[in-house]
């Protein structure tokens, strides 16, 4: 198993261009969250799926994020109409059901860049 | 609304003396609450978690308390190592929703060889 991957590492963007990002899980991992990561600041929620079914949305979320995940595996992350605010690493974490138990297995992020 | 503290500060210690560090929060009740290193460029990584009923974790070199009533958990690092140099992250559920983790801002922590 090699962990949670992201891809890309690293996108620069013009504003308002959209951005496509992508999180491979652990395999045996049912649960995927989606957090953003400002420079000093701790990440912050935006959204987790359970299988397919996404079940949380963070209120910081704007309609310009959607995110999805297709046969409960992979997920993507979108963002539209980029503006130079979403500048930031936004990362991925699988884990089990109660996997507050146990932690998140993060990946590495993508680190967004909005010119 | 609810809020989590850590140092607000840097923390420099001298290697082989005992780091510690702080999580404060407010407007919680929170079940669980786990700790994460996270060092630049990568995403945090997984240390501990303690339960709302337990006073005291321990792994190896690292101890976590968790104090419900003083709304507090202290992180200790033993005989510290330049290697323990990253930025360590408090984070806490809410134990009753869907995995929702609130993560304090982090404290940088540098051991001094």
Known sequence: DTGVSQNPRHKITKRGQNVTFRCDPISEHNRLYWYRQTLGQGPEFLTYFQNEAQLEKSRLLSDRFSAERPKGSFSTLEIQRTEQGDSAMYLCASSLSGGNRGGYTFGSGTRLTVV | ?113
């Open chain 2, 1 to 113: 609304s609810q809020k989590i503290e850590q140092n607000s500060e840097a923390l420099n210690i001298q290697e082989g003396k005992t780091a510690t560090l702080t999580c404060n929060y407010t407007n919680y009740s929170p079940a669980y609450l786990q700790w994460y290193r996270q060092d630049p460029g990568r995403g945090p990584v997984f240390l501990l978690l303690i339960r709302e009923n337990e006073k005291e974790k321990r792994k190896e070199r690292l101890k976590v308390t968790f104090d419900t009533t003083l709304k507090q958990s202290l992180f200790h690092i033993t005989a510290s190592q330049p290697a323990d140099s990253a930025t360590y992250l408090c984070a806490l559920d809410l134990g009753n929703t869907g995995n929702q983790f609130y993560f304090g801002t982090g404290t940088s922590l540098t051991v001094i060889p």
